[in-house]
């Protein structure tokens, strides 16, 4: 079965400081992965997708296939980044398979 | 151009009713998928269609039902309504159904069952 393990509830740090929120996913095969993020009375919205190999908002987040990982980076947190974070997989259309999500609270 | 909207946006229902949530997806999307998210279970697939015709399902009761119009509406029905049914449930729209469409999220209905 697939899941997507986000070990964190939240996360908290300083503005300016390094972000890293943590996504464990298992799979046997190869899925896409996703980060969603919903900000503060907002809808939930796509951050990124590991295929686009983008970054928005400053995030970035690599595909570990050994690890199984697609952790969630940041250089510098800003306060505008506080936010629910959920990563999610898909193994085929659009059945989207959510973590417990990570909240992000960045203080000044 | 519009987002995604759902109908309505609130409701209070009474064990054992049935309910029927509405989902308006943004034009020219023809994916329509439902989710239900509650604080204990997070975020749950419950079922996606697309062009009318129900392309996965997750894994809940057959008391949960959905459909989709020929103008990509799409519409779920609870029956029998429990306790547990209350949730948030949200409606999401993308160009198609394969994978790697971007889904668009709406604001969600939230239901609370007494």
């Known amino acids: 079965a697939q899941r997507v393990t986000q070990p964190e509830k939240l996360l908290s740090v300083f503005k300016g400081a390094p972000v890293e929120l943590k996504c464990n996913y298992s799979y046997s095969g190869s899925p896409e992965l996703f980060w969603y993020v919903q900000y503060s009375r907002q809808r939930l919205q796509l951050l990124l997708r590991?295929?686009s190999r983008e970054s928005i908002k400053g995030f970035t987040a690599d595909l570990n296939k050994g690890e199984t990982s697609f952790h969630l980076k940041k250089p510098f947190a800003q306060e505008e980044d506080s936010a629910m974070y959920y990563c999610a997989l898909s193994r085929y259309g659009n059945k989207l398979v959510f973590g417990a999500g990570t909240i992000l609270r960045v203080k000044s | 151009k519009a987002g995604v909207t759902q109908t309505p946006r609130y409701l209070i229902k009474t064990r054992g009713q049935q309910v029927t949530l509405s989902c308006s997806p943004i034009?020219?999307?023809?994916?329509v998928s439902w989710y239900q998210q509650t604080p204990g279970q997070g975020l749950q697939f419950l079922f996606e269609y697309f062009s009318e015709t129900q392309r996965n399902k997750g894994n809940f009761p057959g008391r949960f039902s959905g459909r989709q119009f020929s103008n990509s509406r799409s519409e779920m029905n609870v029956s029998t309504l429990e306790l547990g049914d209350s949730a948030l449930y949200l409606c999401?729209?993308?160009?198609?159904?394969?994978?790697?469409?971007?889904?668009?999220f709406g604001p969600g209905t939230r239901l609370t069952v007494t």
């Open positions: 034009s020219g999307h023809r994916s």
């Open positions: 999401a729209s993308s160009l198609d159904g394969e994978q790697g469409y971007e889904q668009y």
């Open positions: 590991h295929i």
